[in-house]
């Protein structure tokens, strides 16, 4: 049923963030220098092929550039505009026979992200300048001034205004990667989630501000989330962190990862007991008259409420609410017990590359109420002296079973985290971390 009204019910009819991230200034320092190999592998390529031939020329050019070096490439964080990419590059020019020149280009160009039509970030220039300047020559010429790209015959070698050709180039490998940002990523074999950028990023003095909301599928399947009591905005980061990220995750989040894992059944267990019909019927007569052989104590436990999750200062609280079948036979389950049950839990949270481990790390209180009888009034003492030690101990094994494989940060494809601070605040979760290339 919950699957068909998922169908009938659009998901998200408030599209309001629930998670996001913050690109600092000095993640985006370690952005540039893992940038920099690539850079000069681009610009090498094509300013180092052999120039096309001018028709127009009376003899062939002898022009050629023989080496190319990135020697600076940097991003800076421009507030309530983008971002500034500067690139210098030193090339090595041989324009005759037994002559070199030593030349400078520098690239300025303005990128900022935008959110193209299918969704994804997608970054962008919407500028871009490139200047030349010799360094240095074999041959005698007058240095009383720099040269610059003002039409020289180097410079048609070069082919300076096509420069910011290569800058598009550049872009083309980390748009491929910030397209993996909204990538499903697997929970469970039935469950997962999504990182649905809902807008293009912000810039502000704190870094490039990204908003977040999760969607998730169960069977393929998106399902719609509970509505959200309170607007999430990012919180700013410490100013004194040297982290490259800061990702944070609202109290909304938490909620409907644990709504989804329900749709998806994952809290469907089902308990043996110790105990056994006969051992049971010391204590509540009319079970012996229900079965005429021994037959072990059997739980079917499913969810009777949504889960709820409740962050406040230094701790995470999940709240389950189950209705637990109690019954014995096989192949056919003869139930004469149902027993309504109140966990609540305290979650720890912890990071592992680019995953988020969740699991119980302790039980705060464990409530059984009667839910309904085929054996008569059972009081809610005697409900805890018989069941309350199974419940406590297998819950959170299913819990943690469920969740053995950790969720998945929102990540850019070819990095992971590491330097990893998860501190839980009231009505969200703060996760400062370092940003690590990983090896290709």
Not at 100 to 123: C, F, R, W
Not at 199 to 212: C, K, R, V
Request: hydrophobic share 40%; charged share 15%; net charge negative.
């Amino acid at each position: 049923l919950s699957i068909l009204l998922s169908i009938l019910i659009p998901a998200h009819t408030t599209r309001s963030p629930n998670c996001g991230g913050i690109l600092t200034p000095s993640g985006l320092r370690y952005l540039a220098e893992v940038s920099k190999p690539h850079a000069e592998s681009v610009l090498r390529q094509d300013l180092m092929a052999p120039p096309a031939p001018d028709p127009s020329a009376a003899s062939p050019s002898r022009t050629q550039i023989n080496s190319v070096k990135v020697d600076e490439f940097s991003l800076t964080l421009i507030p309530d505009s983008g971002l500034r990419l500067s690139i210098d590059v030193d090339l090595g020019i041989a324009p005759a026979p037994s002559t070199t020149k030593e030349l400078q280009l520098s690239i300025l160009a303005d990128l900022h992200v935008e959110m193209n039509p299918e969704g994804n970030l997608e970054l962008v220039s919407s500028a871009c300048k490139p200047t030349l300047e010799e360094l240095q020559s074999t041959e005698e010429m007058d240095r009383s001034a720099p040269h610059t790209s003002s039409g020289s015959n180097v410079d048609k070698q070069i082919n300076v205004e096509k420069i910011c050709l290569e800058v598009s180039k550049l872009l083309l490998f980390p748009n491929e990667r910030l397209m993996s940002l909204a990538a499903p990523f697997p929970i469970t074999p039935s469950c997962q989630v999504r990182y649905v950028p809902l807008a293009a990023p912000m810039y502000s003095e704190q870094g490039i501000i990204i908003s977040l909301q999760t969607t998730f599928q169960v069977a393929g399947t998106a399902i719609p989330l509970p509505v959200s009591p309170v607007p999430f905005s990012m919180p700013a980061p410490d100013s004194s962190s040297p982290s490259h990220l800061t990702l944070a995750f609202s109290e909304h989040f938490y909620t409907s990862l644990f709504f989804a894992l329900e749709m998806s059944g994952a809290f469907n267990v089902t308990i043996l007991s110790p105990l056994t019909t006969a051992t049971l019927a010391e204590r509540i007569t009319q079970v012996g008259s229900l079965f005429q052989e021994d037959l072990p104590v059997v739980l079917q436990a499913a969810t009777r409420s949504s889960p709820r999750v409740v962050l406040e200062e230094g701790r995470a609280i999940l709240k389950l609410f189950l209705a637990a079948q109690v019954g014995a036979g096989s192949p056919v389950f003869q139930r004469f017990l149902s027993v309504n049950v109140d966990v609540s839990a305290r979650l720890r949270l912890s990071v592992t590359d680019t995953r988020k481990i969740i699991s119980v790390a302790a039980i705060e209180g464990i409530e059984l109420s009667l839910g309904a009888s085929d054996v008569g009034p059972v009081q809610a003492a005697l409900l805890e002296e018989l069941f309350l030690p199974t419940i406590r101990e297998e819950v959170p094994a299913q819990v943690n079973a469920v969740l053995r494989e950790g969720v998945f940060l929102p990540r850019i494809a070819g990095f992971t985290y590491t330097n990893v601070d998860v501190t839980i605040h009231k009505d969200y979760v703060f996760i400062p971390c370092d940003l690590q290339q990983e090896a290709r």
